[in-house]
């Protein structure tokens, strides 16, 4: 496979639900992001990870929970979340060399509908 | 903060009609700018962008300007087709590094024969 991959791409799931979205990157990248797409609104960046390492993170409540265990994957683990955290949640990665290029490249994303 | 307005769409064309979608920013210093496009069931994948004011990117027969001045980043296109039709972002890069962008709501391109 190459390029980055999401899994699963469609998931619904209750209020009470634990569930996670995958992002694996075959592009041997040293970043990663999670970003929501909500429809008429802005992406919304979520979480930054570089190498390994959390640098960002945009107030995003804690009932969203990001796991990088190396650099080629990142995990968003969803836990009691509500019907207005239903989104498109795109996975990203880039190579962070100092001069910084902002090309990401971008997964297929997980359609997440919260019921 | 950092923020970018885009036209709302949807932008209806018929093939070979000249495209403009608009974009302007609201920056601290002096971000790069950036188009990523959207096709249907498929993630965002970078389209062009320029780094500094007066650079005009450039691909697949798109164009967009840095305009300092009018802090405007506006992407055209002279004939469009049918494989055109996608959602088109504009987005501005973070001055602290990190390939951090802030990204527009999107603009929905449907291009018909």
């Not at chain 1, 919304?44 to 570089?50: G, I, N, Q, R, T």
């Not at chain 1, 949640?89 to 997964?107: M, R």
């Not at chain 2, 993630?43 to 990117?57: F, M, N, P, Y």
């Amino acid at each position: 496979e190459t390029g980055v991959t999401q899994t699963p791409r469609h998931l619904v799931m209750g209020m009470t639900n634990k569930k996670s979205l995958k992002c694996e990157q075959h592009l041997g990248h040293n970043a990663m992001y999670w970003y929501k797409q909500s429809a008429k609104k802005p992406l919304e960046l979520m979480f930054v990870y570089s190498l390994e390492e959390r640098v960002e993170n945009n107030s995003v409540p804690s009932r969203f929970s990001p796991e990088c265990p190396n650099s080629s994957h990142l995990f968003l683990h969803l836990h009691t979340l509500q019907p207005e955290d239903s989104a498109l949640y795109l996975c990203a990665s880039s190579q962070l060399t100092g001069l910084d290029t902002g090309e990401l490249f971008f997964g297929e994303g997980s359609r997440l509908t919260v019921l | 903060g950092n923020s970018v307005t885009q036209m709302e769409g949807p932008v209806t064309l018929s093939e070979e009609a000249f495209l403009t979608i608009n974009c302007t920013y609201t920056a601290t210093g002096y971000p790069s700018l950036f188009w990523y496009v959207q096709y249907p069931g498929e993630g965002l994948q970078l389209l062009l962008k320029a780094t500094k004011a007066d650079d005009k990117g450039s691909n697949k027969g798109f164009e967009a300007t840095y305009r300092k001045e009018t802090t405007s980043f506006h992407l055209e296109k002279g004939s469009v087709q049918v494989s055109d039709s996608a959602v088109y972002f504009c987005a501005l890069s973070d001055t602290g590094g990190g390939n951090k962008l802030t990204f527009g709501t999107g603009t929905q391109l449907k291009v018909e024969l």
